[in-house]
């Protein structure tokens, strides 16, 4: 018997775009037994809307449809409302990082509807939101629809696929560390590369590298302030059965000098960055005598049930320390691996890479439709 399915995809910048290639691909690959309908694709302000959920074209798809159709996007109750009523299961696909969307993944899944997700809000705010989400999730234990969110760690690497198996499987995680910031593991590699004899670059310069490269936000104290390390390390914190108040209850270093936190721009963050180049020179240099590097790692101990996200001296023969590139690296220590860490480690980043997360999640999703 075929699967009828119908999606409804929020986002289409570098990580919506990829997946909706992504998924076209998928569709015609499986049109024997899958009937995929993308029935609704929005973003901020204007969506397209399939009004009698017949598929809306996917090949070619580019977001300047979006605004030549005009159309303003559904509020929430009104898309639950479209999807409850397409006579066939739905899947929501959000591909932004909105909070206030996340904050309504309760209503959807009580609904019946599924999601699949790289916006780590939902899962990494107010520890309330995440009891809700999991409370109504049907596989959780709840009796709505199914929720995956493998792409808010590690992007397409399977990290909470892995915990997840650890932990159903009956091992007990004892301890997680890791590099979880692709622009983070870049900057430094760049930075102060393990077995490098050169004296280290200036860090606003490799800073500068990074942001024309695409490599961190438009305003790259928005990967130095470490929040995003910070969400990541909350959600597998959660899932390995610690209670957390939010990312912000446990220490977390920002790596942005404090007179620009204020600064009005990030042209104008990026123009002064150079004058606090000594200071992260001096904790390279430091290190580098001591036969170690320095690299932005995040931490959890579950027995101590302590959790830290910072810059920490490594020995260059570390793992950590050998990373390449923007590669995320993710040790898992538990009861039946003793000292011999499982690592998942490879690219952490990237369009493309998030987007296959999301598709694999919503691929979960549809194996488990009846």
Request: glycine share 10%; proline share 5%.
């Amino acid at each position: 018997m075929t699967k009828d399915i119908k999606i409804a995809i929020i986002g289409v910048g570098g990580v919506g775009k990829a997946f909706i290639s992504q998924l076209a691909s998928y569709i015609q690959r499986n049109q024997s037994t899958l009937s995929i309908s993308v029935v609704y694709i929005a973003r901020s302000s204007t969506a397209l809307i399939s009004k009698d959920y017949s598929p809306l074209p996917l090949t070619a798809f580019v977001p300047e449809k979006l605004d030549a159709a005009g159309v303003p996007p559904l509020s929430v109750p009104d898309l639950i409302k479209f999807l409850k009523d397409c006579g066939s299961e739905a899947i929501l696909i959000d591909n932004t990082s909105s909070i206030e969307l996340a904050s309504q993944y309760p209503e959807f899944l009580k609904s019946g509807i599924h999601i699949a997700t790289p916006n780590k809000k939902g899962f990494s705010s107010e520890e309330s939101l995440w009891n809700d989400i999991f409370a109504a999730a049907g596989n959780s234990g709840g009796s709505g629809g199914y929720v995956f969110h493998e792409s808010t760690v590690g992007a397409g690497l399977p990290v909470i696929s892995t915990i997840k198996d650890l932990i159903d499987t009956g091992d007990e995680v004892t301890k997680i560390e890791g590099v979880f910031s692709g622009t983070l593991s870049y900057l430094f590699n760049q930075f102060a590369p393990a077995g490098g004899n050169e004296a280290p670059r200036a860090f606003s310069e490799v800073v500068k590298v990074a942001k024309d490269a695409g490599y961190t936000e438009p305003d790259p104290r928005d990967d130095l302030n470490g929040m995003d390390v910070a969400r990541k390390l909350t959600i597998l914190a959660r899932l390995s059965g610690l209670s957390i108040a939010s990312p912000t209850s446990f220490p977390v270093q920002s790596l942005i000098p404090k007179p620009l936190e204020s600064a009005s721009s990030a042209q104008e963050f990026m123009t002064n960055l150079p004058n606090y180049d000594a200071d992260m020179g001096q904790l390279a240099e430091e290190a580098k005598k001591e036969g170690k590097v320095i690299r932005f790692v995040g931490s959890l101990d579950v027995a101590s049930k302590s959790l830290k996200v910072g810059l920490e001296k490594l020995d260059a023969s570390h793992p950590i320390a050998a990373l390449k590139g923007s590669d995320n690296i993710v040790a898992f220590y538990t009861k039946r691996y003793g000292d011999r860490a499982l690592v998942v480690q490879g690219a952490g980043a990237g369009g493309d890479l998030t987007a296959m997360g999301v598709l694999a999640d919503v691929i979960k999703i549809i194996a488990r439709i009846k």
